[in-house]
């Protein structure tokens, strides 16, 4: 009953607030007066008198702080305090999620926004349209480190452009660095004993999973061995485990993505190309290359596990998961990572992920907008860099403590992976104190060093480390990517009602023509009754979308 | 006064069952407007815009409509026929059974199953329908090729009817046994005089005795006809077998929650209801008529 009370009271108040966020809006022709001093205004500059700002703290669903900090004061805070001299205040806390969000769209219907807060991309959109957030281009250029600055632009401008409107900056993106190519795991140890060569080529791999399955190396029984494991959504989950996407993109399909061809938007698990590669596969499935079970399989991990399974596409993390288990349970497998491509050359093509998370932005008349960027630059640059011995911070994470921080913007160069990789490689190498190593690649470091000493004697969790960090991680460095950039990544009106159907159409159009059940002129049948079930539709929305930012 | 006071322990008796039908199920009925809305939860539902009748045309213009409807009658029917045949036959085999200890512990294993939830039995029968499980295994044995159970259009639906039997029909037979324990000994005496066999004695005592029984489940066995059974599909179907296994719950379940299409999946929720409401009416008429009795 309460909670029924506080709903009404929320919603009259939401409906009292849409009316006086009008009223407020309309008078705001001046801009926002910057009364911060010049030294003030630099990224690290500490303010004279304390600055205090009020945020809309989104939390983990279990608070871990440690015993006597809170939200508001903690090793977090306390650092910027001392050395930006800002101080937040929470005007609410809320849950990642529908919690953070319900809060969100209460502020914003009522029009009593915190200074900072972070938004998705369509509330974003209403906010900038509703003039009610500050621009930040200057502030940006004037109060940000060269560092994340750096971070930004190793996006080549698509993570800054995402928060853009009409050449102003409206607002500071949380990134998603780039987490392809995924690539082809083989057990090499079965390779090894059939004699089977590195494959490069899709026809290779073909020829590698033939052997697999007719010589039977792992001594399974017959028709026990599966050649490879593949995920019922087949492709188009990014960077995911078990995505047929490396085989699908030497075709130049792109299935689940929005993506510009010819000049026009098209959705990629329409196209023509889409129906080749997926003929490719349904040739394989017949061939047995491909689980003849993958569409009941409950748990593809079981496969990798237990032995059966001899080739699976993953990221370069796929040795902590589910590798290691598989290495504790068989100390003798041996899995390795390889790149193909359509002519051999090691050069791939694959589509990016969307770069922005979520946007953190500024309430329009709030007077100290550079606090964000600034907080932002103490946070993921000087603490993670200069101040990275800060002992409360360290305590804090030793505690078990997570997400003191009042802004929890996370942004990182798109190659984070690589780079990870070279720093791990260059300590490993002598050329780098590994005590200057990020903590988590420190601990990745001495494991790495552990196997190192004796590959053979290496317990699963050294053999892990060192597969992903310095075997996968450096074949993703190492791998040429003509990238393709997916052009929309949000939701058009109709897709609200009708995706949902959209996607199950889609889901078992793949599956049927890849298990047979139907013959690849189904595509076609599939496309014509997804572009008359509002796939047209959508796609014009889309369009319509794209033209509009 | 004192008349009074009889009454007020009865409705006291009354109030928790009544309080959490109110709770559980009428105030959620608020909900429904959702049907009638372009419901965004930020809004809530006095904020939300409007639409009529909009979902609803919507569900007929998506052409999975009557797949979904045909699925869950054809399912739910097969599950109704097998589920009261099977479990009176195996209540009239088990009568006829003369050692008590034997009797009583059949009874007792094959009601057991009843009590595993279908997360857990899903995961037996997708091995027992593996191609390398126990079924494909004795196929295989006889000459034929293994069959892909689980992820064929032709057997998925008699799968799930008879997976849904197996697991229900002992719990079914006890109500069945229950009836036959009151059939009147000296009817049996009679036909035996009569120079009845046991055969006939099945067809003309034993089954007219327990007539008004199955009458009665069967008419309440009518309202779940838009009820195939949403945790056993769920666990056991995939994209492969949405042609004749996506049923309306498993559907409501995808479009409402997964794609948070609230009033959509709520429009197709309240029609499901107003069905059903009316085939539990019509079931009661029948069962008026035919056997004299009444669910209410």
New interface residues.
């Given amino acids: 009953m309460k909670k029924k009370i506080f709903?009404?009271a929320?919603?009259?108040l939401?409906?009292f607030g849409v009316l006086a966020g009008c009223s407020s809006g309309s008078d705001s022709a001046a801009t926002t007066k910057i009364v911060a001093t010049k030294e003030e205004l630099k990224p690290f500059g500490k303010y004279k008198e304390t600055v205090t700002y009020v945020v809309g703290k989104s939390t983990p669903g279990i608070a871990k702080l440690p015993k006597g900090q809170t939200y508001e004061d903690n090793a977090y805070t306390r650092y910027l305090k001392e050395t930006l001299n800002v101080q937040s205040k929470n005007k609410f806390e809320a849950k990642d999620g529908?919690a953070y969000?319900?809060k969100v769209?209460?502020a914003v219907?009522s029009g009593d926004l915190p200074d900072i807060m972070a938004v998705d991309a369509s509330t974003l959109r209403q906010l900038v349209d509703n003039d009610m957030i500050a621009d930040l281009t200057d502030i940006y250029k004037s109060s940000t480190s060269d560092q994340i600055k750096a971070m930004y632009d190793s996006y080549d401008g698509r993570a800054l452009d995402a928060a853009t409107f009409d050449g102003k900056l409206m607002a500071l993106p949380s990134t998603q660095n780039a987490n392809v190519p995924t690539m082809l795991w083989l057990r090499k140890d079965w390779m090894d004993k059939l004699g089977l060569e590195a494959p490069k080529t899709v026809d290779d791999m073909e020829k590698v999973l033939t052997a697999f399955i007719q010589q039977d190396p792992g001594g399974n029984g017959k028709?026990?061995t599966v050649g490879l494991t593949l995920s019922?959504s087949i492709g188009g989950m990014y960077g995911s485990l078990f995505q047929a996407d490396n085989i699908l993109q030497t075709y130049n399909s792109f299935p689940r993505q929005w993506i510009e061809k010819d000049g026009k938007v098209v959705y990629g698990s329409t196209t023509a190309e889409t129906k080749q590669a997926l003929g490719k596969l349904a040739d394989w499935y017949k061939k047995g290359l491909i689980d003849?079970?993958f569409?009941?399989r409950?748990s593809i991990e079981d496969l990798i596990i237990s032995g059966q399974a001899g080739a699976y596409f993953g990221p370069w993390w796929t040795p902590d998961y589910p590798l290691n288990s598989a290495k504790q349970k068989n100390a003798n497998i041996d899995w390795q990572p390889y790149i193909i491509s359509k002519d051999g050359s090691g050069t791939i093509t694959a589509y990016t992920q969307n770069p922005v998370s979520e946007f953190y932005v500024v309430r329009k008349d709030f007077k100290h907008p550079e606090v964000l960027p600034k907080v932002v630059s103490a946070l993921s640059d000087k603490l993670r860099n200069e101040d990275r011995n800060y002992q409360p911070v360290v305590d804090f994470i030793k505690e078990g403590g997570d997400r003191g921080a009042p802004i929890n913007l996370m942004v990182n160069f798109n190659d984070a992976t690589a780079q990870m990789y070279k720093n791990i490689n260059a300590a490993v190498n002598g050329e780098k104190d590994p005590a200057t190593l990020s903590l988590d690649d420190q601990s990745s470091y001495e494991k790495i060093q552990g196997y190192l000493k004796d590959p053979a004697k290496a317990d699963a969790n050294q053999w892990s480390a060192y597969m992903s960090r310095m075997v996968g991680a450096k074949l993703m460095a190492g791998t040429k990517v003509n990238e393709v950039h997916p052009v929309f990544f949000g939701q058009t009106k109709s897709m609200?009602?009708?995706?949902?159907?959209l996607?199950?159409l889609e889901?078992?159009a793949?599956?049927?023509i890849v298990?047979g059940?139907k013959d690849i002129n189904y595509f076609d049948t599939f496309v014509d009754?997804w572009n008359k079930?509002g796939g047209s539709d959508i796609t014009k929305e889309v369009a319509e979308a794209i033209k509009q930012k | 006064m004192k008349k009074r006071g009889g009454q007020l322990e009865y409705h006291l008796m009354m109030a928790p069952g009544m309080i959490f039908l109110i709770i559980f199920s009428f105030i959620p009925m608020g909900g429904l407007v959702m049907a009638f809305q372009d419901y965004v939860p930020a809004k809530g539902m006095l904020g939300s815009e409007w639409v009529g009748l909009e979902n609803f045309k919507y569900m007929l213009e998506i052409p999975d409509s009557m797949k979904i409807l045909r699925n869950t009658v054809v399912i739910a029917v097969g599950k109704i026929i097998a589920g009261t045949i099977v479990p009176i036959i195996f209540a009239l085999l088990l009568n006829e059974i003369r050692l008590k200890w034997a009797k009583k512990s059949i009874q007792t294993i094959v009601y057991l199953p009843n009590f595993l939830s279908w997360a857990v039995l899903a995961a037996v029968f997708i091995n027992v329908f593996d191609y390398h499980g126990p079924v494909n295994n004795f196929l295989q044995g006889l000459g034929y090729d293994p069959i892909l159970f689980l992820g064929s259009n032709e057997w998925f639906r008699e799968i799930i009817i008879a997976t849904d039997v197996w697991k229900g029909f002992g719990y079914g037979a006890i109500v069945y046994l229950a009836a036959l324990t009151g059939i009147d000994p000296g009817l049996y005496e009679a036909a035996s005089i009569d120079g009845a066999n046991r055969f006939k004695k099945l067809l003309h005592v034993t089954l007219p005795g327990i007539l008004p029984t199955i009458m009665l489940i069967s008419a309440l066995n009518l309202g779940n006809i838009l009820n195939a059974g949403f945790d056993q599909i769920f666990a056991l179907y995939n994209p492969i077998v949405y042609e004749t296994a996506d049923v309306i719950d498993t559907y409501v379940y995808r479009v409402g929650l997964i794609g948070q299409q609230y009033s959509f999946a709520t429009a197709i929720g309240l029609l499901k209801s107003v069905v059903s409401c009316v085939l539990i009416l019509s079931a009661n008429e029948l069962s008026k008529k035919l056997a004299n009795m009444r669910i209410f």
């Fill in positions: 709903s009404i929320a919603v009259s939401m409906s529908d969000k319900q769209s209460m219907a028709g026990n019922p003849p079970q569409a009941v409950k609200k009602l009708k995706w949902a159907n996607t199950k889901d078992e793949f599956m049927k298990t059940q009754t079930t």
